[in-house]
Nanobody, 126 residues
Framework: QVQLVESGGGFLQAGGSLRLSCAAS????????MGWFRQAPENEREFVAA????????YYADSVKGRFTISRDNAKNTVYLQMNSLKPEDTAVYYC???????????????????WGQGTQVTVSS
């Protein structure tokens, strides 16, 4: 069965950096656009970043643009989220998700995604 397993979350002070990883199994990874979403307590799950099948196109929420970078390694079936200059408002559970696609795009809409990981907690203190 399909599994997406996130790792790399943690607790850190504002201004710090983290790299999240999401290892995928049970699917043809290169056929899927991949996305990162996050959910803070009492908030809806929101889009953070997405990357298309080849890794050539990336999309970001305005709130993270210039600070976060999404990338993927299709040989390792893994997608990454490098997070720099972290802020307390970045505190959330971060989820990766997979979206089966036949084009060169990646969606910012969580309803497009077919599979989800369990999430990893990121806590940023001020």
């Amino acid at each position: 069965q399909v599994q997406l397993v996130e790792s790399g979350g943690g607790f850190l002070q504002a201004g710090g950096s983290l790299r999240l990883s999401c290892a995928a199994s049970g699917l043809s990874f290169s056929n899927y656009a991949m996305g990162w979403f996050r959910q803070a307590p009492e908030n809806e799950r929101e889009f953070v970043a997405a990357i298309n099948r080849s890794g050539g196109n990336a999309y970001y929420a305005d709130s993270v643009k210039g600070r976060f970078t999404i990338s993927r390694d299709n040989a390792k079936n893994t997608v990454y989220l490098q997070m720099n200059s972290l802020k307390p408002e970045d505190t959330a559970v971060y989820y990766c998700a997979a979206d089966l696609r036949w084009d060169t795009l990646a969606s910012m809409n969580r309803r497009s995604y077919d599979y989800w990981g369990q999430g990893t907690q990121v806590t940023v203190s001020s």
